[in-house]
């Protein structure tokens, strides 16, 4: 593995005191990375990166980015510390157009720097310069996802942490969001990501983590988890298919 960005150890967390949700989960990710977060519905995988982002109270463990500790970090610090979050839901402004949600992500940026930015957004997601005018809320769900990453990468962070990015969307769609994810890696953008959809995460990724119960039982090389039946049946609630030559 590369020099490592972000290291999580022994993280417990959670919303009531004396109920954690997240039990000692660890995990690390290194530059340049693309890592994905999988489990069972209920496994905690969203309040796992949620409370890395500062946003679920967190009762033990660390957090280090670029060997800073940041356990303690608040939300709306974590930005300019490097680590950019995008939500499930509620990750753009659907009043706005997609310039001006644009122009609002640019708050930690200098003043010269922001047009400049926002053409190399433009640049990494042509989508969007068609819709530039168009409120944000009129946009399909792949543009959604496509703006609400663009909003995340314009103040250049150091890790792009995800909370199912292809949630409630459609097949077409969801390979249009992945394609886009594995293209950020060309940016040195280091992305960690919680999916339900493990097949197509696992296509993208580097190397995965398993959450059970909240803790990470199972680890491995991405392109090979897809085909360890121990994870997919237990795990993952799927059975992968087999051939000749390796697995579907």
């Known amino acids: 593995m590369s020099e490592t960005v972000l290291d999580v150890r022994n993280l417990e967390a959670g919303y009531e005191p004396g109920m954690p ?16 977060v999988l489990g069972p519905n209920g496994a905690g995988k969203s309040t796992f990166i949620k409370a890395i982002a500062g946003l679920v109270p967190i009762t033990g463990g660390t957090v ?3 060997g800073k500790d940041i356990t303690a970090a608040p939300a709306h610090t974590m930005v300019r510390l490097g680590l950019a979050f995008v939500p499930q839901t509620e990750n753009i402004f659907p009043l706005m157009s997609v310039e001006d949600n644009l122009k609002v992500a ?11 930015r926002i053409e190399e957004m433009y640049a990494a997601f042509p989508d969007l310069v068609r819709q530039r005018r168009t409120a944000a809320g009129n946009l399909s769900g792949g543009q959604r996802q496509m703006l609400a990453v663009a909003r995340a990468l314009i103040v ?13 969307l459609s097949p077409k769609f969801v390979s249009v969001v992945f394609e886009m994810l594995a293209g950020i890696r060309r940016s040195d953008v280091t992305v960690l ?29 991405a392109s090979e988890l897809w085909s360890d039946p121990v994870v997919a049946e237990l795990y993952l609630g799927q059975r992968p298919q087999h051939h000749k030559g390796g697995a579907a």
């Open 21 to 36: 949700i997240v039990r000692g989960a660890s995990i690390t990710v290194g530059k340049g990375e693309i890592v994905v």
């Open 64 to 66: 280090f980015l670029d």
């Open 106 to 116: 640019c708050g930690i940026l200098e003043r010269r720097e922001i047009p400049a």
């Open 156 to 168: 250049h962070p150091k890790v792009l942490v995800l909370d199912e990015p292809s949630a409630g």
């Open 193 to 221: 990501l919680v999916e339900q959809n493990a097949k197509a995460a696992l296509a993208i990724g580097d190397r995965a983590y398993v959450l059970v119960e909240g803790k990470d039982r199972h680890e491995g090389v």
